[in-house]
């Protein structure tokens, strides 16, 4: 593990070891999310991806994004973007897995293409095979992520996910769902990216403009999620991720 993953683990276990004293439902996301970036640094030493610094780098930047947002929202909850305003704000009765789909979708949505373009730089996405390393890279994580989730639907139940016997015959069914959504979310995470890199080429005005148009379609897509009803049915319809419009 290199020294910045060491720094962002051990940022991640304090803030972990301050929610579960609250008994804060903020804890489910910020374990699954502990427990995968370390699934990420084994993925890193073992090869999986064309530029280990590069990954590693953005590994660290990306979940940066999201512990500012939780600790701001701990000094002020009106404080940090909607999107992770309205993921802190469901419901605490929630099922911890809700928890996790709602930080999954705030983050992948709004934080990673911002992630992406602050660490692929003009001049790399300027040459095709440095942006479609980045790229191929970029999609390698949908392995380790997919890999994941037999063993994080094993960790929510420990954590006091209460599981129905619908919820075991659905099981491999919403497994095979994840890894589709993953898919089609990274899809669209990288054509944001490529639209918030148009907007920085055009300076800092009209990215700020496009970083706002992300946030507002972020937020809203974690209020539908938030609404009662089948989620994976709306998933099914609309998908995971969200779009940014033209221009």
């Known amino acids: ?17 301050e929610l579960e ?13 502990l427990r995968t970036t370390e699934a990420v640094d084994a993925a890193i030493d073992g090869g999986l991806f064309e530029d280990p610094a590069w990954v590693t780098a953005w590994d660290v930047d990306f979940a940066e994004f999201y512990l500012d947002a939780l600790e701001a929202h701990r000094r002020d909850p009106a404080s940090p973007p909607a999107p992770w305003r309205a993921a802190f ?11 996790v789909l709602l930080g999954m979708n705030a983050h992948i949505n709004f934080d990673l293409p911002q992630s992406l373009v602050r660490v692929i730089g ?30 994080e639907d094993v960790a929510l139940q420990a954590a006091g996910s209460r599981r129905t016997v619908v919820d075991r015959v659905m ?19 990288w054509a944001n990216t490529m639209a918030l890199h148009e907007a ?12 706002a148009q992300l946030e507002e379609v972020s937020a809203a897509r974690v209020a539908d999620l938030q609404r009662g ?12 991720g969200v779009e940014l419009p033209e221009g």
């Open 21 to 33: 004293a609250d008994g804060d439902p903020g804890r489910f996301f910020l374990g699954t999310y």
């Open 1 to 17: 593990m290199t020294a910045p993953v060491e720094e962002l683990v051990g940022r991640m276990r304090a803030l972990l070891d």
């Open 229 to 240: 009803g089948p989620v994976l049915l709306r998933l099914a319809v609309s998908g995971f």
């Open 89 to 99: 704000g469901t419901d605490p009765r929630t099922r911890p897995e809700g928890h």
């Open 122 to 151: 003009p001049a790399d996405l300027a040459d095709p095979a440095v942006s479609e390393s980045r790229r191929r890279d970029h999609e390698r994580i949908d392995a380790v992520l997919a890999g994941r989730v037999a063993h």
């Open 200 to 211: 920085r080429l055009a300076g800092p005005e009209a990215l700020a403009r496009r970083v």
């Open 171 to 189: 099981a491999g069914a919403n497994r095979t769902a994840a890894r589709v959504l993953l898919r089609e979310s990274r899809r669209k995470v």
